[in-house]
């Protein structure tokens, strides 16, 4: 069964470093997201993407956060200056429709920023 | 942000009975509801679906239930086993988004009781 899969699984930064995740999404999939989990609270929505450019982003996706799809396959998240509460599950997800359609999510990389 | 909301952190049941976990929500563009599952260190996997033109949706052992004028939705689990021991996450999608983007509740953690 397709998959979205996700590198590294877990990823340790010092403060102030940039991390880049990477993502392979289910190849036939055109829509890309980034979501996070700090630990004990809810999945929040960071970005989606579609057709190589942000469709949405959320009030938490600011300048130090990009995405970008560099090839066919991956989609990755740039955190350009990672900060103490940047640490959480980050987990990607792709959706073949724009709408009412489930989302199929990686496995998450786990960043702690220390 | 309290828009979707799953008010039990946690249930237990005995394996064989009925599991039946709660989510509400408050804007009233969301037109499309999901139930994920999640287990620790893995990305949430998608269960069941329901548009909002439904009031009923299911699938196998999971039943999912929309009612619109109280804003609520229910998973039900019948009969329950083990292997469902897992954090649910309720989520929604809203008619006014360029895409796919999900709303989460907190997630309850089930346990089934051999």
């Known amino acids: 069964e397709p998959e979205v899969t996700q590198t590294p699984s877990h990823q340790v930064t010092q403060m102030g470093q940039e991390v880049i995740l990477r993502c392979v999404p289910i190849?036939?999939?055109?829509?890309f997201y980034w979501y996070r989990q700090i630990l004990g609270q809810k999945v929040e929505f960071l970005v989606s993407?579609?057709?190589?450019?942000?469709?949405?982003k959320s009030e938490i996706f600011d300048d130090q956060f990009s995405v970008e799809r560099p090839d066919g396959s991956n989609f990755t998240l740039k955190i350009r200056s990672t900060k103490l509460e940047d640490s959480a599950m980050y987990f990607c997800?792709?959706?073949?429709?724009?709408?009412?359609?489930?989302?199929?999510f990686g496995q998450g990389t786990r960043l702690t920023v220390v | 942000d309290q828009q979707v909301k799953q008010n039990s952190p946690s249930l237990s049941v005995q394996e064989g009975r009925i599991s039946i976990l709660n989510c509400d929500y408050t804007?009233?563009?969301?037109?499309?509801f999901l139930w994920y599952k999640k287990y620790p260190a893995e990305g949430p996997t998608f269960l069941i679906s329901?548009?909002?033109?439904?009031d009923k949706n299911e699938d196998g052992r999971f039943t999912v239930f929309l009612n619109k004028s109280a804003k609520h939705l229910s998973l039900h689990i019948v009969p329950s086993q083990p292997g469902d021991s897992a954090v649910y996450f309720c989520?929604?999608?809203?008619?006014?988004?360029?895409?796919?983007?999900?709303?989460f509740g907190e997630g309850t953690q089930l346990t089934v009781n051999p």
């Open positions: 997800a792709s959706t073949p429709f724009r709408r009412n359609t489930e989302a199929f």
């Open positions: 190849s036939n999939h055109l829509y």
């Open positions: 993407f579609y057709n190589n450019e942000i469709s949405e």
């Open positions: 804007n009233s563009m969301f037109d499309y």
């Open positions: 329901i548009s909002s033109i439904k």
């Open positions: 989520a929604a999608s809203a008619r006014d988004t360029s895409g796919s983007r999900l709303t």
